[in-house]
């Protein structure tokens, strides 16, 4: 009879970071600076030929979908503006390496020391930047009086009532007849008054 540890299957671990000594770290930038800060970062590694201690370096974002002109335009929105993650070794060395680079004013942590973020955490972000339906981001909230632009409402002014940021749509109370009405429109056929 064979024995049962014959009949088991060895998997071969994952390439997992975390076993590997590798954690993410978040990195405070200059609002606005993040891709300029990434670039540098990864010119830095190559020049000091460190690439093996800084594995992934990541700007968080989500697709939005937002109004210019009447016009919808999809773009990529920084979750997290003026921070970077990297996923590194941390030691004298990377440290350095990272905290010296054009752009970043330090590490997020406890005074100099970068506090890793748990796998939980990282685990949410890389979630959350992909999803693959785009937000709607609006400039209405709600309560404000808006003027609607298009559609068979227009000129009307109204009063925001609800917004619905998946769809692109909000209500807006308008006055018919003397009487309130709701009425539902996109973002785009809608002005700040």
């Known amino acids: 009879m064979a024995d049962s540890v014959d009949n088991k299957i060895t998997k071969k671990p994952k390439d997992n970071p975390a076993a590997s000594g590798y954690k993410w770290y978040v990195i405070h930038t200059y609002s606005g600076h993040e891709q300029k800060v990434k670039n540098n970062l990864q010119k830095r590694l190559s020049s000091f030929n460190m690439e ?3 594995k992934e370096i990541l700007i968080p974002t989500q697709e939005k979908i937002e109004f210019h002109g009447g016009e ?5 929105e920084r979750v997290y503006p003026g921070y970077v993650l990297v996923l590194m070794k941390l030691n004298d060395e990377t440290w350095t390496v990272v905290r010296k680079t054009p752009g970043v004013t330090g590490f997020v942590g ?3 020391k970068p506090s890793p973020l748990s796998p939980g955490e990282i685990q949410n972000i890389k979630k959350m930047a992909k999803q693959k339906a785009p937000v709607y981001k609006t400039k209405f909230s709600v309560g404000e009086a808006i003027k609607i632009i298009d559609g068979a409402f227009t000129d009307f002014v109204g009063t925001v009532d609800q917004i619905n940021e998946e769809q692109g749509k909000m209500t807006v109370l308008i006055s018919i007849f003397g009487r309130e009405t709701p009425v539902e429109i996109e973002f785009n056929q809608a002005s700040k008054i």
């Open 52 to 54: 093996d201690k800084i």
């Open 72 to 76: 919808k335009k999809q773009v990529a």
């Open 110 to 112: 406890r005074g100099s």
